[in-house]
């Protein structure tokens, strides 16, 4: 088994600045594309970053120059600055992860509130 745990949501004022972090467990063999999502109130799930094997990156268009994305080992962090009240959703990781018995498949966090509001 596989298990994903998020942590480091919260409530930040507008312009503020919050570290998610992903860290996977158990039987993995390798870890591949890491990214994070958000969904919120309303809309649908939305991708926000992810970052490749080779540690090339990818964002969205409008958390791009305030947020970073960065991995190490079996880990995923998301560096959030400048934050807005557009921000505020649950935030989802995702990793795909080659299992010790073969395959590769998709793990979701459990999901992490980040609010921002003064």
């Known amino acids: 088994q596989v298990q994903l745990v998020e942590s480091g949501g919260g409530l930040v004022q507008p312009g503020g600045s919050l570290s998610l972090s992903c860290a996977a467990s158990?039987?993995?063999?390798?870890?591949?594309?890491m990214g994070w999502y958000r969904q919120a109130p309303g809309k649908q799930r939305e991708l926000v970053a992810f970052?490749?094997?080779?540690?090339s990156t990818n964002y969205a268009d409008s958390v791009k120059g305030r947020f970073t994305i960065s991995r190490d080992n079996a880990t995923v962090c998301l560096q959030m600055n400048s934050l807005n009240s557009e921000d505020s959703a649950v935030y989802y990781c995702?990793?795909?992860?080659?299992?010790?018995?073969?395959?590769?498949?998709?793990?979701w966090g459990q999901g992490t509130q980040v609010t921002v509001s003064s």
């Open positions: 995702n990793i795909d992860i080659g299992r010790v018995s073969g395959g590769v498949y998709r793990y």
């Open positions: 158990g039987s993995i063999f390798s870890i591949r594309t």
């Open positions: 970052i490749t094997s080779g540690g």
